[in-house]
């Protein structure tokens, strides 16, 4: 298990990604409150502002789990096991 670990953080980086768009995905199509709800709305009302504010937004959150999690914790695991140079 220890020794997994880089791949299975890559796993979970992966999965994230894929839950991140469908819960977007959905809540354009299903939900009644949500950033996808709200870039429907802007959508349905012809308001681009919100539409492009929103973009960013989902944009911003995903970068930020992306490098500040991940990426922090996947480089953490590889200099651990030693699959990467220390420092």
Known sequence: MPAALPH?????????SFRWRSLIGAEVIFATVGLGFLVN??????????????????????????????????EWANRRRGLSSPG
């Open 8 to 16: 299975l953080i890559s796993a979970a980086k992966i999965g994230w």
């Open 41 to 74: 709305q802007g959508r349905d009302g012809l308001l681009i502002a919100q539409v492009m504010g929103m973009m960013v937004v989902i944009l911003v959150i995903g970068v930020f789990v992306d490098r500040g999690i991940f990426s922090r914790t996947q």
